[in-house]
């Protein structure tokens, strides 16, 4: 049972547009979340995070948003730029454990 | 942060044979795990691997299909038992240095034909 989704395996922005990347949860006790970029024949590489004590996080371009109540989070990258096509996966877990928990990722492509 | 490297980075493999996957560490870590990537679907969670310890496998992993040793704080194996084509995936190491943060290596792409 995947306990993250990611429903959105592709999505295709303009060079300077705002990229919208969504993810769903299902498992309530999930408390930490974060975001990895993966390049072709790269392994993942950690982008952004949040607790679920914040609603947003943000870093530069990007910023996390966090719903809890829907349990439902989201990574904007503004302005989206060619070098952020990538797969983006989002991960979760509970900080009372190791593991995480991945979606299947999204297909980011940003065209020039 | 942490860098990684893992060996090889892809192979071909006939059918019943076994590889063995090796994973490099610039820096001691007690967690390490295994990750396996499917055409098409999440990073899914083979095994956790700590020194000094027997590894941990996740439901619907078992020790004979994938034997891994971890000899030091450095470094572990995985090993891809009598393969089958189904084996075909990206297989990935991780470390967990810091708390709630983990460090991929660029991964093993694997094909059993």
């Known amino acids: 049972d995947q306990q993250v989704k990611q429903n959105s395996p592709s999505l295709s922005v303009q060079e300077g547009r705002i990229s919208i990347l969504n993810c769903d949860y299902t498992n309530s006790m999930f408390d930490y979340f974060l975001w990895y970029k993966k390049y072709p024949a790269e392994g993942p590489t950690f982008l952004i995070s949040?607790?679920?004590?914040?609603d947003k996080n943000e870093d530069g371009r990007f910023t996390v948003f966090l719903n809890k109540s829907a349990k439902h989070l989201s990574l904007h990258i503004v302005p989206s730029q060619p070098g952020d096509s990538a797969v983006y996966f989002c991960?979760?877990?509970?900080?009372?454990?190791?593991?995480?928990?991945f979606g299947t990722g999204t297909s980011l492509t940003v065209i020039p | 942060s942490a860098v990684i490297s893992q060996k090889p980075s892809r192979d071909i493999c006939q059918r019943g044979t076994s590889l063995t996957i090796q994973c490099q560490v610039d820096?001691?870590?007690?967690?390490m795990f295994w990750y396996r990537q499917q055409p098409g679907q999440s990073l899914t969670l083979i095994a956790t691997?700590?020194?000094?310890?027997?590894?941990?496998?996740e439901s619907g992993f078992v020790i004979d299909k994938f034997p891994i040793s971890r000899p030091n704080l450095t470094f572990s194996t995985l090993t891809v038992s009598n393969m089958s084509p189904e084996d075909s995936s990206i297989y990935l190491c991780s470390v967990q240095p810091f708390y709630n943060e983990q460090f991929f290596g660029p991964g093993t792409r694997l094909t059993v034909l």
């Open positions: 820096s001691q870590v007690t967690m």
């Open positions: 691997a700590n020194q000094g310890s027997e590894a941990t496998y």
């Open positions: 991960a979760a877990s509970e900080t009372t454990g190791n593991q995480f928990y």
């Open positions: 949040i607790s679920s004590i914040k």
